[in-house]
């Protein structure tokens, strides 16, 4: 049952992946979900699978059915969204707007702010596939929170009702905190898929299975001990292993070069902040990259 003094009305628009999810948790904390709004053809169905029975409705009718409105929606929409909704007299004095949009903080929230409802940004740090799998991901996970100090015990509620845990994100750094998200979840599933077609390359079978044990490892030592983590040929000083890797990958995997260099150069970089590589080292390894990167490989030399 619910955490909150009392159960909400919600109503749902965007039933994405976020969206469907959230509001499916919600109920089955307590609450009850009015109505959701959705167009396409995989909303309907995140609908039927996650919140059998509720009301498909019309954006305008969902806000006025609920007394707290989750707005998930992709950011570029929300500002178009929260606006059409303010000036047609469906968001309301009193009224709870929620977005779950990680970039956004109260800013987007305004025109509502101003009709008198009251604003809150609440982002789950998570990755979502939209079906009941994410339900008990929901546990532990931390969502971004900005709202005002009187909406804080609120706030906190609904993401107790959630499973999750608080992270407050100043208003002026909802951005910097996306940021952060993305860098590490998306940009590290581009390099994961990348590492598997090298691995497919060289002859693997079944590329994750090779790399689940290393990366699991890696993983946990990163978000355990940061940069003391780091193994591997750069912060050895292996130049003549890079140089070869390079060389390899520009016959076979010429499109994963890019995101190669670019992250021996940050690897390299934190290797010899961190001390662990002597700047001597450094410089040969940084030519080797800077040679690649020009297209102009450096010559195999003896040490």
Not at 146 to 162: F, N
Not at 259 to 275: H, I, K
């Amino acid at each position: 049952m619910s955490t909150l003094h009392q159960g909400f009305r919600i109503g749902v628009i965007g039933a994405g992946r976020v969206g469907a999810v959230l509001a499916s948790a919600l109920r089955a904390a307590g609450h009850e979900v009015v109505a959701a709004a959705g167009e396409s053809d995989a909303s309907r169905r995140r609908i039927d699978d996650l919140l059998p029975g509720v009301e498909v409705a019309k954006p305008t009718e969902v806000a006025r059915r609920s007394d707290l409105l989750l707005l998930t929606v992709p950011d570029d929409m929300l500002s178009n969204v929260v606006t059409m909704l303010s000036a047609s007299g469906a968001i309301r004095e009193g009224q709870l707007v929620v977005h779950t949009s990680g970039r956004h903080g109260l800013a987007v929230l305004e025109p509502a702010r101003q009709v008198g409802a009251r604003t809150i940004a609440m982002h789950p740090a998570m990755t979502f596939t939209g079906t009941d799998v994410d339900l008990p991901r929901l546990r532990g996970c931390v969502f971004g929170i900005t709202a005002a100090p009187a909406d804080r015990e609120l706030t906190e509620g609904l993401v107790a009702d959630l499973g999750g845990g608080p992270m407050w994100v100043p208003e002026d750094r909802r951005t910097l905190y996306h940021a952060g998200l993305a860098h590490g979840a998306n940009h590290l599933v581009t390099l994961v898929a990348e590492a598997m077609e090298i691995l497919s390359a060289a002859g693997a079978d079944d590329p994750a299975a090779t790399l689940r044990p290393l990366l699991t490892a890696a993983l946990d030592n990163a978000l355990d001990q940061g940069d003391a983590a780091l193994t591997g040929p750069i912060v050895r000083g292996d130049v003549e292993t890079v140089r070869a890797h390079v060389a390899d990958l520009v016959v076979t995997a010429p499109q994963t070069l890019p995101s190669y260099l670019a992250m021996a150069r940050a690897t390299l970089d934190r290797a010899v902040t961190d001390g662990r590589l002597l700047p001597i080292r450094a410089s040969k390894m940084l030519r080797v990259l800077d040679a690649a990167e020009a297209g102009t490989p450096v010559e195999h030399h003896h040490r």
